[in-house]
């Protein structure tokens, strides 16, 4: 099993920056791909970044603007955040899946983001 949770959530002003933790533990995560999603209200889950062995994924409306990283030991996730916009407010939430994996099979609790305009 692997448990992730986030922190670093908050209210910012447009054209602010925040940065997202997100702590994994668990089995071996050196197996395990790690992204953020995120949903906001009356909207589906999203994802916004994603972080692969060799390469990362970023979603269109978020390229330029945000950076997944993800340290040395592998076990804290980051996404930070700059030049954020109202249409960023969202529950952000850290996901992991098995690499190799369609699917992500572990989620942590989410942390609210808004974006004052």
């Known amino acids: 099993q692997v448990q992730l949770v986030e922190s670093g959530g908050g209210w910012v002003e447009t054209g602010g920056s925040l940065r997202l933790s997100c702590a994994a533990s668990g089995r071996t995560l050196g197996n395990y791909v790690l992204g953020w999603f995120r949903q906001a209200p009356g909207k589906e889950r999203n994802i916004v970044a994603a972080?692969?062995?060799?390469?990362?994924y970023y979603a269109d409306s978020v390229k330029g603007r945000f950076t997944i990283s993800r340290d040395r030991s592998g076990n804290t996730l980051y996404l930070q955040m700059n030049n954020m916009k109202p249409e960023d407010t969202a529950v952000y939430y850290c996901?992991?899946?098995?690499?190799?994996?369609?699917?992500?099979?572990?989620w942590g609790q989410g942390t609210q983001v808004t974006v004052s305009s």
């Open positions: 996901a992991a899946k098995f690499r190799g994996n369609n699917a992500w099979e572990h």
């Open positions: 972080r692969y062995a060799t390469s990362t």
